[in-house]
């Protein structure tokens, strides 16, 4: 039985992704909008927003993700307001997708998603070394030198 | 590595469609705040052709990363440029394939190529692509077919009648649309002085308002008749160049199914995946002993307009004892019937509407005696199809049940004006309800339900079983809460 985690340096990323987004947001309000106090509520609105999303709801978020994974299946436990519980049985996966993006060591940004009968685990913000660790338990993806065909 | 056909790229930039906003608001931006606005507009039409261009270099671009790839035991596909989703479909767990080539993408050599497995819930492609033929040869090697030297013998192929008679019958509900046509074929006429009879009662007012609006009744009837005539011929025809020119072929392991006369699809299924075939009739097919012979399984017949046949309508005694190798088994006696007792089950609700119809006209002729004529005519035409379902509900009743032969499971029920002749192993069986309400528990009878596997999860119930033949059936399945209404 071993428990994985996401990976802590997504958090940092999104946290980048989601500034960034209402930054562009907001340079497109002040060009396009010429009402002043419009533009100054919807500013505000956003940063609010993006502050609640980074601060508060992610780490909580994150904090709530643990996967599970035994010989034989794979337990997903996350949820902030609604704990929700997920096991599969590694005999019942059909196909797997794993998607992840350049320099994905360092965003975290590693996704594996089992489609077994009657529906799909999603595992998200996997550290890569856990992503391949949880592959080759699975064994839902056939292994070249100990490693999936990237 | 293999690629995607060219013509992808295509697809992959219409995804990037979005991007025309950019020239959009340029546009609405001049509109609003230059007087010259025209003039800006064509001045700046460089911009718009560079957005147009980005989107198609933005297609050609995915096209790029979007690669196709096989390992010992599994079809890999790459795709996305920023976030590379990697999908690994291992050969073992492929259920059904489909080729179709199309007549406007033959001349580019393109084919379209779906895999499905058994994951999922909804009739959704597992994988999706559109590649050229050397790609589709070297996909096919990889995937199930039939194996020439054994290859089953005295497989039916449709005959050109059959899938004639099968376009006739499941074009767009054949009898509903025979019926709702004559409905305003001959009712328009009827309807023409029944109406103009009851409105010119009413005021002479109203009778300068009749000439206006009652003749063009009878126009208007006739063009609805005429419309769906002509969208069931519609229908009729799309279904013919569908499944024409139909052929099948299997062996033990696997089925070969390519149907179509311009648009001609290749299907090969796993029969080990099939989780239960469908003998489908109407009351016309039930009379005169002829099936359509559906299967339920992953990719087959998962589009919309799709219907999941097998052997589109046969006689049901010619389906011999070398079909039930693909899982058609045929005259099996019910081991469990359905109970001649239990007839309320199967007609009260038909038998209620039908003898509500004529009182509700007598009300209606109470309370507007002006109108008694027209909802005495509305009455009769919605009596017949009540009549109809009556006849249907009480041959269900007659057939109705379950059978047993080796390790298949044989259910017979109906749904609306439909009968279902269904055959599945009995492994796959997910799921069996009981229902039973108070008189029914005083007759000691109830309805058995059954789900098999699949993405679609579709019911079966038999309704007025015998509460103990019922708890017998559980227990032949592995099911213990047969008791509960037994007892």
């Known amino acids: 039985m071993k428990h994985y985690v996401p990976d802590r340096k997504c958090l940092t990323t999104l946290r980048i992704i989601i500034t960034a987004a209402v930054l562009l947001v907001i340079a497109a309000i002040r060009y396009f909008i010429p009402f002043e106090k419009t533009v100054f509520f919807l500013t505000v609105f956003l940063i609010c927003a993006a502050c609640f999303v980074m601060f508060l709801y992610l780490p909580k978020f994150f904090a709530s993700i643990k996967y599970t994974a035994s010989e034989t299946e794979i337990i997903k436990s996350s949820g902030v307001f609604i704990k929700l519980y997920q096991s599969i049985k590694y005999s019942s996966i059909q196909y797997t997708t794993v998607i992840n993006t350049p320099l994905s060591q360092y965003t975290g940004f590693n996704f594996i998603i089992f489609f077994v009968y009657g529906g799909q685990q999603r595992l998200l913000f996997l550290k890569q070394s856990d992503a391949e660790e949880i592959i080759r338990l699975s064994g839902s993806i056939s292994m070249k030198e100990g490693k999936y065909v990237p | ?487």
């Open chain 2, 1 to 487: 590595m293999y690629r995607e056909h060219p013509l992808k790229i295509l697809k992959f930039s219409l995804k990037n469609i979005w991007m025309l906003i950019f020239p959009l608001i340029r546009g609405i931006y001049t509109y609003h705040f230059d007087k010259n606005w025209f003039y800006n507009w064509i001045k700046g039409a460089w911009f718009d052709i560079a957005v147009l261009g980005a989107i198609l270099f933005f297609g050609l671009i995915r096209w790029l990363f979007s690669k196709i790839d096989f390992t010992q035991t599994e079809l890999i596909h790459r795709d996305g440029i920023f976030f590379r989703v990697n999908t690994y479909i291992p050969f073992r767990n492929v259920s059904s394939i489909t080729t179709e080539m199309p007549f406007y993408l033959a001349p580019f050599g393109a084919t379209r190529f779906r895999c499905d497995t058994r994951a999922g819930i909804f009739k959704t492609v597992d994988m999706k692509l559109l590649v050229n033929q050397k790609t589709k040869e070297q996909i096919m090697l990889r995937m199930p077919n039939v194996d020439e030297e054994q290859k089953i013998n005295g497989i039916p192929q449709p005959t050109a009648a059959s899938i004639l008679l099968f376009s006739v019958f499941f074009s767009s509900g054949f009898s509903g649309t025979v019926y709702l046509a004559t409905f305003f074929f001959k009712g328009g006429d009827i309807a023409y002085d029944i109406i103009s009879r009851s409105l010119n009662i009413i005021t002479t007012e109203t009778a300068k308002l009749t000439e206006k609006l009652v003749l063009k009744i009878p126009t208007a009837a006739i063009l609805l008749g005429m419309f769906f005539i002509a969208s069931w011929f519609l229908s009729f025809m799309v279904n013919l160049f569908r499944y024409g020119r139909f052929s099948i072929d299997c062996d033990r392991h696997c089925m070969k199914v390519i149907y179509g006369i311009l648009d001609r699809k290749e299907y090969r299924i796993k029969n080990s995946h099939i989780n239960y075939t469908d003998l489908r009739q109407n009351l016309i097919m039930k009379l005169f002993g002829a099936v359509a012979v559906n299967i339920s399984c992953a990719g087959y017949g998962a589009s919309q307009s799709r219907l999941p046949v097998l052997l589109p309508v046969k006689m049901e005694k010619n389906l011999g004892k070398n079909l039930q190798a693909i899982g058609i088994y045929s005259g099996v006696r019910n081991s469990f019937s359905a109970q001649p007792a239990g007839i309320g089950s199967y007609l009260l609700i038909p038998l209620l509407t039908a003898s509500l119809i004529i009182p509700s006209h007598d009300w209606v002729a109470r309370i507007f005696p002006r109108f008694a004529e027209l909802s005495l005519f509305v009455a009769v035409m919605f009596e017949i199809p009540a009549v109809w379902f009556i006849i249907v509900k009480f041959v269900a009743l007659l057939t109705s049940g379950v059978a047993f032969s080796g390790s298949k499971i044989i259910v017979r029920c109906s749904t609306w004006t439909r009968f279902h002749t269904v055959v599945s192993d009995q492994s796959n069986i997910v799921k069996v309800e009981l229902e039973q309400n108070l008189l029914q528990k005083l007759s000691k009878r109830c309805a058995l339900s059954i789900w098999f596997e699949g993405e679609e999860h579709r019911r079966f119930k038999v309704k007025a079983m015998k509460a103990s033949e019922a708890d017998e059936i559980c227990r032949k399945l592995g099911y213990y809460h047969g008791k509960a209404v037994n007892s």
